[in-house]
């Protein structure tokens, strides 16, 4: 043991130094963690397109759980594999004599309870959490957005610069002249007035005293002093102040924001297979994910047809399949009743998405158009059309063509991968209609 | 006598850290526990994750397995799978320890003892610390390194120098010298001498290849030629720093980085049991004392005592939760059992520890601590009693036989067995296959031969090929591994062919 005396000299000298780091930043790990999604897009963008089909479609804007199989990126090591010969101490002895022989546990059979630190718990997925940002990110990728939608999209709210009166504060750029001076004018009246009306006074008193006395009287003297007084007190007042300064005062505003409604039409006869329907369920999802930029309340309607339109909820609308032809005014009447029962187009703005194969009953293109042009054209914002097909296009191609060619807002797109459903809201976001 | 305790709440605050460094500190150093002076550092629990994931580094360079360390510690934390580790330190000068703000006071006091004098003692003692590792410089490498690798991205692009650093990762365990000295590290040194050996490397290989480019005819002679290296390598990662024919100055200098790193935590390998039960032994020590002092209360021991007794805790083997042995649990077993031989022999003691009865135990724990690493620390030291406290048996796994055999239990007959057997699993030797760099083919198709002495007919595991594609990679011309069979035999048993 160490003598007292010691101890002390000891302690002064190894002081140990507490420091409070909480407050540096905590995204060390940030870097290594980009590095990682970077390293294992192709991987995570599967899980990703997995995790879009199990969505719904208002549910694009969450962060997402994803699995990766564990040995795709494991990082290799030579290690032992099972077999051979090993012995190893375990603890906790009960029964066991020296020259037992017991049999082999199943769950480990061979590795005899090697402690292999390497190779894991035996987990086969790897799994984490991808933030919202990042989950758009990849849903993006898909659909080949330009980078500068990319960010219009993944911003959460649109704000707008409005000015909003005058502030007593700011940079100097927005000092508002008039303003100011109007300020340092009324201040500088208020201030001098008093002795201006001194002043007055007390001048005319003197016209009137030299007048009566000569130039050097002493009360004279003492009146002219007075008004001297008096005038460099006038002046003292300054011509603008600080305090007088005026700014241009901006705030941000949101942006009034309104409601939508938007109709998701599909086809849903034979013909359209699940394939199909994950393409139009991203066309869908697009789409929605541009109107929840721009309005604040969006309400969804699924018409779904084949020879009947039906309204259905989104389940059914991606996962029942039906056969037979395909009459698709059934679905565009159907739309109209729902937008004048439901939606009145003061109220609301009106949207809505066609997915089809292409495929119709040839006697009711025709109707098909007139109903478009006549009735819905004039009620709805925009009107986006996608034919998933690879064949020659079919009468209500040809008929569409014509409503394209009167209305602005009438997209139509012929859709082979993912990567086309982009160009049909390129107007769109162009436009950018508030 | 009876003091007015430190605290008597569970929140802590920074003076009151100070207060408890200071006792703790002062009973530390009437156990003659040397240090490094402390800097402890209080951190959130995300910063915890950050520095988890980084293994132990304060700073480090940028790679994907960190980012994939993180996710995985944040998804378990998140979902309540696993609590943090109550401390992180790191083997530098000063000697850095984490506390989390969101531990008690007790638990704070706890690490303070655990970590800042018990670890920390260890780092400055032990004869593997002290030959192997340079706490002064170790930072200021880290540093170098992580500006190194980030230099080289501006460089050569991220995606090269990720290559790289994945090929060397997967090498890592094999960067070790294990017999030799390594040379001592300095930031300074270390920057210029950079710029030299780039340079000077380069103009080596060149020179080495240049003369041995397959000659035509002249030389073929070749038979009574040396094999090189003349014997054989165990430290693969230096070899190829060394003698890689197609590699960058910048990826010579990068594999250094790795083998330097990977030689700095090597004695942290080697020692587990050892620190743990040191640290273990010294935080029980010395709260009890704060406790004998009258300077905490009861609630502070039950509290402490909960959280210690957690700590070595050690599940039986046929227990769900068993996953081999806790070091925690064995190193501060040995370490009381140290004392308890010194202190209070028995006749078997004596027999068995002729050299420890009735010394002072403050000197031979202290011996012990010094010189020892945990396979020599366990042959030394593990004594009957705590063979038969733990219930420790043995097990012996021929895959030719139906059946496990028991080979030896906690009798008169066993302890020597166990003993060794014990001392032979934390043998690093024997834990991982024995690989050595064999021969080059210099003259031929430049193709690099690796040699697995096999041990007791174990076979190497399933991701061989995919560790043997990276040393093709570092490497560039074909690599192959021969394996010698225990009986003798040589066979090649994995290739991977590059077109010279």
């Not at chain 1, 007055?200 to 050097?216: I, S, T, W």
């Not at chain 1, 949207?351 to 495929?359: E, I, N, R, W």
């Not at chain 2, 010094?370 to 004594?383: G, H, M, T």
Request: net charge neutral.
């Amino acid at each position: 043991m160490v003598p007292p005396g010691t101890q002390v000299i000891l302690g002064a000298i190894f002081v140990s130094q507490i420091i409070d780091r909480r407050l540096n930043g905590k995204n060390k790990s940030a870097v290594n963690r980009q590095r990682f999604i970077r390293r294992f897009k192709n991987k995570i963008k599967r899980a990703v397109s997995d995790a879009i089909a199990g969505r719904s479609i208002t549910d694009i804007e969450k962060g997402e759980h994803v699995r990766i199989p564990e040995k795709d990126i494991s990082e290799p090591s030579f290690h032992h594999g099972s077999g051979g010969t090993t012995e190893n101490i375990h603890p906790g002895n009960k029964e066991f004599t020296a020259g037992d022989r017991v049999r082999r546990p199943k769950s480990q059979s061979g590795k005899g309870g090697k402690k292999a630190s390497n190779s894991g718990e035996g987990e086969d997925e790897f799994i984490f959490e991808l933030s919202r940002d990042e989950f758009l990110q990849f849903f993006f990728e898909d659909l080949a957005l330009p980078d500068l939608i990319k960010t219009k999209l993944a911003k959460l709210e649109t704000e707008k610069t409005v000015r909003a009166g005058y502030a007593t504060s700011g940079i100097p750029a927005n000092i508002n002249v008039i303003r100011s001076l109007k300020g340092a004018m009324g201040r500088r009246i208020a201030l001098q007035s008093p002795y201006k009306k001194k002043l007055k006074k007390k001048e005319k008193e003197l016209q009137a005293e030299l007048k009566r006395f000569g130039e050097y009287e002493p009360h004279i003297i003492a009146l002219k002093n007075e008004i001297c007084v008096l005038k460099k007190k006038v002046h003292a007042i300054p011509y603008i102040d600080e305090f007088d300064l005026r700014y241009n005062n901006r705030i941000k505003q949101n942006l009034p924001t309104t409601q939508a409604v938007m109709f998701c039409l599909m086809d849903v006869s034979g013909s359209m297979d699940q394939e199909k329907k994950e393409i139009s369920k991203r066309f869908f999802m697009l789409l929605y994910l541009f109107l929840n930029r721009n309005y604040e309340k969006i309400e969804l309607v699924f018409i779904r047809h084949h020879t009947i339109a039906m309204e259905v909820d989104e389940e059914n609308f991606f996962y029942s399949r039906e056969t037979g032809g395909t009459v698709v005014s059934s679905a565009l009447e159907l739309m109209h009743d729902i937008i004048t029962e439901r939606y009145p187009e003061n109220d609301w703005n009106i949207y809505a998405a066609q997915a089809s194969d292409g495929d119709n009953w040839n006697d009711d293109s025709p109707l098909c158009r007139e109903l478009l042009t006549n009735t819905i054209m004039p009620l709805v914002q925009y009107y986006a059309y996608i034919e998933i097909t690879t064949d020659v296009h079919q009468n209500l191609w040809h008929e569409y063509l014509n409503i394209k060619s009167k209305y602005e807002n009438f997209v139509m797109q012929r859709i082979e991968g993912i990567a086309d459903i982009y160009p049909v809201f390129r107007s769109l976001f162009k436009k950018k209609k508030v | 006598m009876k003091r007015k305790p430190l605290s008597i709440t569970s929140e802590w605050t920074f003076d009151l850290i100070k207060e408890y460094d200071r006792e703790i500190s002062r009973i530390a150093e009437s156990y003659n526990l040397e240090t490094y002076p402390n800097q402890i550092e209080v951190i959130s629990t995300e910063q915890m994750m950050d520095a988890y994931s980084s293994v132990g580094m304060p700073v480090g360079y940028h790679h994907w397995s960190f980012g994939k360390q993180f996710l995985s510690t944040e998804k378990n934390y998140r979902r309540g799978r696993m609590g943090l580790a109550y401390e992180i330190v790191i083997n530098s000068n000063p000697c850095i320890a984490y506390l989390m703000e969101e531990n008690t006071m007790t638990m704070q006091a706890l690490v303070i003892a655990h970590a800042c004098y018990g670890h920390n003692s260890f780092f400055k003692s032990n004869y593997l610390f002290q030959s192997w590792t340079n706490a002064d410089a170790i930072i200021d490498y880290l540093l170098f390194a992580k500006n190194y690798v980030t230099h080289c991205e501006e460089r050569y692009g991220e995606e090269a120098v990720e290559l790289t650093l994945d090929s060397c990762h997967a090498l890592m365990n094999y960067g070790v010298d294990r017999y030799q000295h390594p040379y001592r590290l300095s930031l300074v040194k270390e920057e210029a001498r950079q710029k030299e050996r780039e340079a000077y490397l380069q103009l080596q290989i060149n020179e080495l290849w240049r003369k041995t480019i397959p000659a035509t005819e002249k030389e073929n002679s070749d038979i009574n030629k040396k094999r090189y290296p003349e014997e054989p390598q165990e430290n693969l990662l230096y070899f190829i720093e060394k003698n890689a024919p197609l590699l960058e100055p910048w990826q010579r200098e990068i594999v250094r980085i790795v083998r330097k790193i990977a030689q700095y935590f090597y004695p942290q390998r080697q020692t587990q049991v050892m620190n743990e039960g040191w640290a273990t032994f010294w935080h029980y020590t010395i709260l009890n004392r704060l406790y004998e002092e009258g300077q905490v209360t009861d609630g502070f021991m039950i509290e402490f005592l909960q959280a210690h007794t957690n700590v070595i805790d050690q599940p039986a083997f046929d227990e769900p939760h068993y996953s081999g042995i806790n070091p925690y649990a064995l190193g501060f077993t040995m370490m009381s059992d140290i004392r308890r031989i010194c202190e209070n022999p028995t006749e078997e003691d004596k027999r068995w520890f002729p050299d420890l009865h009735n010394t002072d135990w403050v000197k031979s724990l202290d011996f012990a601590m010094r010189n020892f690493k945990d396979e020599s620390f366990i042959a030394q030291y593990l004594s009957p009693k705590v063979i038969r406290d733990l219930k420790l048996f043995s097990v012996l796994d021929d895959d030719t036989q139906s059946e496990l055999e028991i080979t030896a239990i906690h009798d008169d007959r066993g302890y020597q067995n166990i003993r060794e057997q014990l001392s032979n699993q934390y043998n690093l030797g024997n834990r991982e296959p024995n690989i050595q760099v064999y021969s080059v083919n210099r003259r031929g198709d430049r193709s690099l031969t690796l040699r697995h002495y096999q041990h007791n007919r174990r076979p190497l595991g399933d991701s061989t090929f995919d560790v043997m594609r990276h040393v093709s990679r570092l490497w560039g011309f074909t690599v192959r591994m021969e394996t010698e069979h225990s009986n003798g035999n040589i066979e090649i048993s994995h290739e991977i062919e590059i077109a010279p």
